[in-house]
């Protein structure tokens, strides 16, 4: 290669240009540009103008509830399905489980965790709804009326405990390759020097996975905070969460100024951007010791 | 160490019982529709519903066409990015993550309002432009996971040995990249085909906001609408997702076997 004169190597660096044109041409038109053009508008008047106007507008009692309650799912959501999650990935890692739990599980966070929108909603609503089988069972067997302790599945508890099926399934598929970079050596060389059990993991392996946990619970945050399907197909319009309300404005501009749903689109995109920011941010401070 | 498995057990056990549970609760409500016995009538009535099989095969053909460009993207995009370009890596990956970031309903309001009637490319106006706007969305939701695979697939091979053996044996570009990084990235590429298939054949917000007759809006007007019906497509949702990701690890499987055996 370094024999070759320089004059044709330059001109294949410039037309290597060309090769990347398809591709940068459909990611502007198809992602870049429609995202711009709702951060743009959010920023702009109905004559162009610049103006923050719009996004003050998003400081009304009735769109700050729906970011509220939007955050409070996709938090709780995030941070039980981390805790499920790992505890699940740890007992097929670390637990000592006999080996034929591992991969079935994994197969199956595969599916549960691509099982979302539409008939993840009916699934729960055949199973904790007002006619649903638990709903049924618990009543006849246990003489317990679930819908009688205040509980609804059209809920902000309802939400999140249907969030929790994608929510953990996710959480297993990356936990579980972060569990199996911790090394042995590692648990040997704590064992030796004295520690037990506990202050192995309060002291060696909770502060090595810290980034990749706290990481994961902002993705899974993101991940829930722009869900629409689910939870329209639960909860209709009665639950005023952010994508819902955003629903309802592109559909028919019901808070009456297409400007204020740009801001909303803008809200959302700062929040999901927040979240992934945190999430790379750890990830490549945890790619420091588990490779 | 007793203490220990204990613990496993019951998080597995707890876990387990969390997911059994709307699975059971779905496929016994379904079973549900004829009163005092189980029966198939709601997956009959389903079955025969002429709009489930339109909405259905649009889905499916839509989801083929995202593959197929998908894949048209990606392939020479990762290929070309790890022989000349190796330097704009970070940003090619940093776009094909976007879509994990802006949520898909920003992505689709968007489009609503850059591709109108009244805009320099109206591709709202027509059912094929709301069409073609359809796959392109759905291709961009793909990016992510499509990129990813065959980027990790192009890993695995020597992008240069192959490529300089090819032109020296007289090859252009359209024939390496068919007949030498194609077949190489297969599995890679189907991979991500099935997990695409899997996404769009459900998606909901994208056609529901464009007014496309997809299979996500199909089943949230039979879940406003029915009583057993939506505990039937949830099974059959169940089942299609369950069958790609079967697909992929099948592909996975068989591939290594082959490459173990050579």
């Known amino acids: ?23 940068a041409l459909f990611a502007f038109l198809f992602l870049i ?19 923050l106007a719009n996004v003050r507008g998003l400081f009304t009692p009735s769109i700050l509830a ?128 004295g520690a037990t059990r506990f202050q192995y993991w309060r002291m060696v392996a909770l502060p090595i996975l810290w980034p990749t946990l706290l990481g994961t619970l902002a993705l899974l945050f993101a991940n829930s905070f722009g869900a629409v399907a689910t939870a329209y197909a639960l909860t209709g319009s009665s639950l005023s969460i952010v994508p819902i309300l955003l629903y309802a404005q592109i559909r028919g501009d019901v808070l009456g100024d297409p400007h204020l749903g740009y801001a909303l689109a803008f809200g959302m995109i700062f929040v999901t951007g927040v979240a992934n920011a945190i999430y790379m941010w750890m990830r490549a401070r945890s790619e420091k010791w588990i490779r | 160490m007793k203490g220990n498995r204990f613990w496993a057990w019951s998080a597995l056990i707890f876990g387990l019982i969390y997911f059994a549970l ?4 779905m496929t016994e409500f379904s079973f549900r529709m004829r009163r005092g016995e189980y029966s198939f009538d709601a997956y009959r009535v389903v079955l025969a519903d002429p709009n489930f099989r339109a909405t259905f095969s649009y889905s499916v053909t839509l989801a083929v066409l995202t593959i197929i460009l998908s894949v048209c993207l990606t392939v020479p995009t990762a290929y070309w990015v790890r022989l000349r370009m190796p330097r704009w890596r970070p940003v090619i990956e940093f776009v094909t993550l976007l879509p994990l970031v802006v949520p898909p309903i920003v992505i689709v309001f968007g489009y609503i309002r850059l591709y109108n009637t009244s805009s320099l490319l109206p591709l709202t106006g ?109 099974v059959i949702s169940f089942g299609i997702t369950w069958a790609c990701m079967g697909l992929i690890q099948l592909v996975t499987r068989f591939s290594q076997a082959t490459r173990a055996s050579r």
Do not use: H
């Not at chain 1, 290669?1 to 591709?23: D, Q």
């Not at chain 2, 300089?164 to 194609?182: D, P």
């Open chain 1, 1 to 23: 290669m370094s024999a070759r004169p320089a004059a044709p190597a330059k001109a294949s660096i410039s037309l290597a240009w060309v090769g990347l044109l398809p591709f």
């Open chain 1, 33 to 51: 540009l429609p995202t711009m053009f709702i951060v743009v508008g959010a920023f702009r008047t109905p004559e162009g103008a610049f103006t």
């Open chain 1, 66 to 193: 729906a970011f509220w309650i939007s955050i409070r799912v996709s938090f709780w959501s995030a941070l039980i399905g981390c805790l499920i999650g790992f505890a699940m990935a740890a007992a097929i890692t670390v637990g000592r489980l006999p080996n034929g739990a591992r991969s079935p599980l994994l197969t199956f966070s595969g599916v549960a965790s691509n099982f979302a929108g539409v008939p993840l909603a009916f699934a729960f609503l055949a199973t904790l709804g007002r006619v649903g089988l638990v709903t049924i069972l618990l009543r006849e067997w246990f003489g317990i009326n679930l819908y009688a302790t205040g509980f609804n599945l059209l809920s902000f508890a309802g939400l999140t405990l249907t969030y929790l099926f994608f929510q953990i399934p996710l959480m297993i598929l990356i936990v579980t390759p972060a569990l199996d970079g911790l090394r042995r050596e590692w648990s040997e060389a704590a064992q030796i020097l």
């Open chain 2, 22 to 25: 709307p699975l059971i609760g």
């Open chain 2, 126 to 234: 027509t059912i094929t432009g709301t069409n073609a706007l359809l796959v392109a969305g759905y291709t961009v939701l793909s990016l992510p996971y499509m990129y990813r695979a065959v980027d990790t697939g192009l890993r695995a091979i020597d992008v240069q040995t192959l490529t300089e053996a090819a032109q020296s044996l007289g090859a252009g570009w359209f024939t390496i990249m068919t007949r030498i990084i194609l077949p190489n990235v297969l599995v890679a590429v189907l991979s991500g085909a099935f997990l695409t298939f899997a996404i769009v054949i459900g998606e909901f917000v994208l056609a529901a906001l464009l007014n496309r007759p997809a299979f996500g809006p199909y089943m949230q007007l039979i879940g406003a609408n029915r009583a057993y019906e939506p505990a039937a497509l949830a």
